[in-house]
């Protein structure tokens, strides 16, 4: 039986399993992501984290179980549609940046936009915003190879979220990064997202970095530990207080 | 023993570029103890012998250059070996050694067999057809096959060692290569291109001597002067080495303005390849001009053909194209990523088939003008 998850929830899973070439990555994860809330999804390398942002974000396929998306199913969707639904509605930062090395860096983050249709200008203009937004209006026109993680990273995120997608997950965004450049990535990020009310899914193994966000989950194994518990105000750090506050921008 | 457990985990690609080495090695060994054949059974005249040893050089950089291309495409194609070998305590020394001894090994299997054939057709096997051939009758100085078939897998691993990246067989490194050309990279071969034309316009021009042709060239490519030989020579090499650059140019002329996501992909992507790309096709290109001329002579003029000549340009054309599909393949796992990240992006599939085939487009028209332009100056300076 499939009962249509809570109204509140922006994605929802239920009972994911899913095992890469028979080494099973995921044995049955139910959660809930509420609309405009940043969720950490924390664990050890090798506990499921990556995959489980990858059955979310409609990338991988499940083996077993349900995700919904806005109320709608998404793990009957074929691949055109998963695809359409990646272009459409989510933004993605990996752990590496994985930009398109020979574009420059506002080609690369104007390259979702474009693909979604938008007109060359509209698309090149949003590019510069976001890249200015990031202190990273100066290189717009070098290609990624002379630049330095940091910067590149901030490239990745900047091209996640030129396109105000609904959901942006983060897949240990962090993690080539010196602590200095990851606490200012992760504050970019959260705070972007709060400001634009969308939808974080954060997934880091760092679990001082849980702090950005405004729940969290721990992933062990393949299986959840326990329900999403509230981080509390208190360690908190919210990007609204950063130095790179990061301001409201219309589409 | 070490190199045949590692040729056990081949696949196609890879199985094809040992057979081709080696076929290649063979064919090469087949010219060179023929030369010796006749060497041994003609009269002691050392102008012919060294002319036909001096015929058996364009098949041995034919495979040298095969050889090379392959093995720079070893650490990028097979990154999980390297990996392995690196972890192993495998050096970069180590690894190249590695490298340009399983292309000497291939050379030298297919020189073996050849040396084999031979030794058995001597043996009164083969008919009077071949006798002069093969030295029948002479007694085989046992030093002589030994040091012309050693020539073969020693060039060819040696082209192999020379072209293998030290730093690109560490793992992890960063990929990142420059793409653009230097001002001398573009200078030289437009000067080149220039001075050639010039050079052969000179030497055809109307009122030129009716005799002005005094240098036949063999295999069919003619009669010509020498200022129209070296015209030819200076704008073919020119035009060689301007096929980088027009890659380059023609990338940049698919993305210009603002470029849909199709036109972007597709001509930076060229760009960024042209350095890798323009290299093997330039040769290629090359060799298919001066191929066709011959062909073009040879159809002309009946009975003009001759097996040896066309075994070898079969060989040429052969490893030729070999290094361009290599090259391609080596350049399609190095974009695996980029079409990884992309397909995240939510690009469609369609999108990056409809970049490849008009990246493919354009580098085919770069192609028509630079070898057709080769092919035009051969047979107007070569007749």
Known sequence: MSAAPPDNDVLWARGIVKSHQGTPALRGVSLGVREGEVLAVTGPRGSGKSTLLGCLSALLPVDEGEVWFNSSPVHTLGRAGRERLRRDRFGFVGSEPHLVPELTARENVALPLLLAGAGGKAAYTAADEWLERLDIGDLAKVRPERLVQGQRQRIAVARALAPLPPVVFADDPTAPLHRETAEQVLRILTSAARSHQLTLVLATHDPELVRYADRAVALLDGRLTGPATPVPRGIAAPGTAGATAVPAAGR | ?383
């Open chain 2, 1 to 383: 023993m070490f190199y045949l457990r590692l040729a056990r985990g081949y696949r196609v690609l890879d199985l094809g570029r040992w057979l081709l080495t080696a076929l290649a090695g063979a064919v090469v060994a087949a010219f060179l103890l023929r030369a010796l054949g006749r060497a041994m059974s003609g009269p002691a005249d050392g102008h012919d012998a060294l002319v036909r040893l001096l015929w058996c050089l364009p098949p041995l950089a034919a495979v040298a250059w095969f050889a090379a291309v392959a093995a720079r495409a070893v650490p990028a194609r097979r990154a999980d070996r390297i990996t392995g070998l690196t972890t192993a305590g495998a050096g970069a020394g180590r690894i190249r050694a590695l490298i340009a001894g399983e292309v000497a090994l291939a050379c030298g299997a297919g020189a073996g067999l050849t040396l084999l054939l031979f030794l058995v057709l001597r043996n009164d096997i083969a008919g009077p057809g071949l006798a002069d051939e093969l030295g029948m009758g002479v007694a085989l100085p046992a030093a002589a096959p030994v040091t012309l078939l050693a020539l073969v897998p020693l060039t060819a691993g040696l082209a192999a060692a020379g072209a293998v990246r030290p730093a690109e067989t560490l793992p992890g490194r960063s990929g990142a290569e420059p793409t653009g050309f230097g001002p001398w990279r573009l200078a030289l071969p437009i000067g080149l291109a220039v001075i050639g034309l010039a050079l052969e316009l000179i030497a055809l021009r109307p009122g030129a001597a009716a005799d002005g042709r005094p240098i036949q060239l063999p295999a069919g490519l003619g009669s010509t002067s020498t200022a129209a030989l070296g015209g030819w020579v200076a704008s073919a090499v020119g035009l060689a080495l301007l096929t980088g650059p027009l890659l380059g140019w023609a990338g940049r002329l698919l993305a210009v303005g603002r470029p849909t996501p199709l036109r972007l992909l597709a001509g930076r992507g060229l760009t960024a390849q042209a350095r890798r790309l323009g290299a093997p096709l330039a040769v290629l290109a090359l060799a298919l001009a001066v191929v066709l001329t011959t062909v073009r002579y040879w159809l002309g003029e009946p009975g003009s053909a001759d097996v040896l000549p066309a075994i070898e340009a079969a060989l040429v054309l052969g490893c030729t194209a070999g290094a361009v599909v290599v090259r391609l393949a080596e350049l399609r796992t190095a974009r695996r990523g980029v079409a990884e990240a992309l397909l995240r992006l939510g690009a469609a599939p369609r999108l990056l088939f409809g970049a490849v085939v008009l990246r493919t487009l354009m580098t085919g028209t770069v192609l028509l003008v630079t070898g057709g332009a080769t092919a035009a100056l051969a047979a107007a300076g070569l007749r």
